[in-house]
């Protein structure tokens, strides 16, 4: 069965200290994985598409890479700005057009 | 270019009552998917229409349904509401194209049902 499991559940963070946010995923074969951050009481907004392993994604403090049975987010020197909730998906190869996400990871970023 | 719009942003309906949730995606998307988000089971997914046609559809009783029009929008309802129905209703769209991958999020709708 395809699956996503993201780690860990919550972090937090001092202001400028980096850390990696970590999406293992189980699929019969890869179409695309997908990095969002969701703020509360918003919907998800897109970061990053990755679809083959060894490809990396950057945008400001984050970096996205891929691997054949996982995806780390990495912050740099994250903000309070960056507190959110990150969350990961993916699209299988197979027949279906559906979109399959793990259940966040909850990041709180302290000034 | 205007994003995603979901109305209504919030609903309260009581167990048993229907309800209709709309969603207008970016112009020029003619995919539209609909998510289920609650706290305990993270988004889980609904159905996907394309160009008027459900093109696949996700592990919800037939209570859940959708539909797409000609100018791709679209909506779901909700029959015979249940008090575990209360969630937060996300449309996505995306496109054709290089990045025909990319799903882009609405606002949601917060559904409460009493």
């Known amino acids: 069965e395809d699956q996503v499991t993201q780690s860990p559940e919550a972090l937090r963070l001092q202001e400028g200290e980096s850390s990696s946010l970590n999406c293992s995923y189980t699929?019969?074969?890869?179409?695309?994985l997908f990095w969002y951050r969701q703020d509360p009481g918003k919907g998800p907004e897109f970061l990053f598409t990755?679809?083959?392993a060894g490809e990396e994604k950057e945008k400001e403090r984050l970096k996205a890479t891929l691997t054949k049975k996982e995806s780390f987010l990495h912050i740099t020197a994250p903000k309070p700005e960056d507190s959110a909730t990150y969350l990961c998906?993916?699209?299988?190869?197979?027949?279906?057009?559906?979109?399959?996400f793990g259940t966040g990871t909850r990041l709180k970023v302290l000034a | 270019k205007a994003g995603v719009t979901q109305t209504p942003r919030y609903l309260i309906k009581t167990r048993g009552q229907q309800v209709t949730l709309s969603c207008s995606p970016i112009?020029?998307?003619?995919?539209v998917s609909w998510y289920q988000q609650t706290p305990g089971q993270g988004l889980q997914f609904l159905f996907e229409?394309?160009?008027?046609?459900?093109?696949n559809k996700g592990n919800f009783p037939g209570r859940f349904s959708g539909r797409q029009f000609s100018n791709s929008r679209s909506e779901m309802n909700v029959s015979t509401l249940e008090l575990g129905d209360s969630a937060l209703y996300l449309c996505?769209?995306?496109?054709?194209?290089?990045?025909?991958?990319?799903?882009?999020f609405g606002p949601g709708t917060r559904l409460t049902v009493l």
């Open positions: 990755l679809y083959s």
């Open positions: 229409y394309f160009s008027e046609t459900q093109r």
């Open positions: 112009s020029g998307h003619r995919s």
């Open positions: 998906a993916v699209r299988p190869l197979s027949g279906t057009y559906k979109y399959i």
């Open positions: 996505a769209s995306s496109s054709r194209g290089q990045s025909y991958n990319e799903q882009f």
């Open positions: 699929v019969s074969g890869l179409r695309g």
